[in-house]
């Protein structure tokens, strides 16, 4: 059964950063796609990056230059780096891999940017 945990979310500053994480369970880590995404209050879930079993990485447009997602095949473990925050930042970020043909997520991580 594939398990995906986030972590690391919480409440920052205008300008701030922080990293998720999410740890990956019941998978051949290494071979999959992992992705994040968010859903900000009131609005659909939307892609913010993805990184393939290669390393190659995507962002949405409103986060490049300030978001960087990286992975660690060691510890079957995504990575979320978000810089310079802002108020439009603020959502629930969600782990995901697409596997077996289906989609599998986390609970999701709270990021809150606020003065």
């Known amino acids: 059964q594939v398990h995906l945990m986030e972590s690391g979310g919480g409440q920052v500053q205008p300008g701030g950063s922080l990293r998720l994480s999410c740890a990956a369970s019941?998978?051949?880590?290494?071979?999959?796609?992992m992705a994040w995404f968010r859903q900000m209050p009131g609005k659909q879930r939307e892609v913010v990056a993805n990184?393939?079993?290669?390393?190659?990485?995507n962002y949405a447009e409103s986060v490049k230059g300030r978001f960087t997602i990286s992975r660690d095949n060691v510890r079957n473990t995504v990575y979320l780096h978000l810089n310079y925050l802002k108020a439009e930042d603020t959502a629930i970020y969600y782990c995901?891999?697409?596997?077996?043909?289906?989609?599998?997520w986390g609970r999701g991580t709270q990021v809150t940017v606020s003065s």
């Open positions: 990184i393939t079993s290669g390393g190659n990485t």
């Open positions: 995901n891999t697409f596997l077996r043909d289906r989609n599998f």
């Open positions: 019941g998978l051949l880590f290494r071979a999959n796609t």
